[in-house]
């Protein structure tokens, strides 16, 4: 299996609701990363986590929060979103270490209105 | 500063027709890696090449090959009697030093439109 699986592809939440997206890989990879992409942009880090362990936040927001609750599964609940948080987020993984590529997965389409 | 710089927004070329995209990168470390990837309509960014900064021969993979010029901190990248299945954003990116985590630093990307 050399997939990276996201969960939903596409996402309409309202400002105040509360939703999860969630990425799967099995792989066997004990890093996993959550990127953001505005429109005609290019994808930005948001977390890193290394063996299960958050190691890098790049000063995102506390409406995103991420849980790696095991080694093959990546979440990241949405709170409180403002519209401009609409983006397509994606998650990739890799082994741990450097520089080691990853592999994404198709990402979630979010729209917040 | 931006670390990777795509000169060309969107290129639009006939099928057939031979495209160059122009990346150029910055940085301060010794050793690092730089990378393309292919971003379809449809989302998932493909993995197309891994190089690293001691290794300056130029790569053909079928119809792509990269062109790596540490002198001028350049990573370039042809595609070869382009098809219509190569319209995508490509995006050139950084990875420098364990430091950062094996963080990709991505460039702003190109569009390319390959028209039949």
């Known amino acids: 299996d050399t997939e990276v699986t996201q969960t939903p592809k596409h996402l309409v939440m309202g400002m105040t609701n509360k939703k999860s997206l969630k990425c799967e890989q099995h792989m066997g990879h004990r890093a996993m990363y959550w990127y953001k992409q505005k429109a005609k942009k290019p994808p930005e880090l948001m977390f890193v986590?290394?063996?299960?362990?958050?190691?890098i936040n790049e000063s995102v927001p506390s409406r995103f929060s991420p849980e790696c609750p095991n080694s093959s599964l990546l979440n990241l609940h949405l709170h409180a979103l403002q519209p401009e948080d609409s983006a397509l987020y994606l998650c990739a993984s890799s082994q741990v270490g450097w520089p080691y590529g990853y592999t994404f997965g198709s990402g979630t389409r979010l729209t917040v209105v | 500063a931006q670390k990777v710089t795509q000169a060309q927004t969107e290129i639009s070329v006939v099928e057939k027709e031979d495209v160059t995209l122009d990346c150029v990168y910055e940085?301060?470390?010794?050793?690092?890696?730089l990378f393309w990837y292919k971003q379809p309509p449809s989302g998932e960014l493909v993995f197309l090449i891994r190089r690293n900064s001691f290794d300056e021969q130029n790569e053909i993979s079928g119809r792509y090959s990269w062109n790596f010029q540490k002198s001028t901190s350049s990573f370039n990248f042809t595609i070869t009697a382009s098809q219509v299945v190569d319209s995508a954003v490509y995006f050139c990116a950084l990875s420098e030093g364990e430091a950062a985590g094996n963080k990709l630093t991505f460039g702003g990307g190109t569009r390319v439109l390959v028209k039949p």
């Open positions: 986590y290394s063996y299960e362990k958050l190691s």
């Open positions: 940085t301060r470390d010794t050793t690092y890696y």
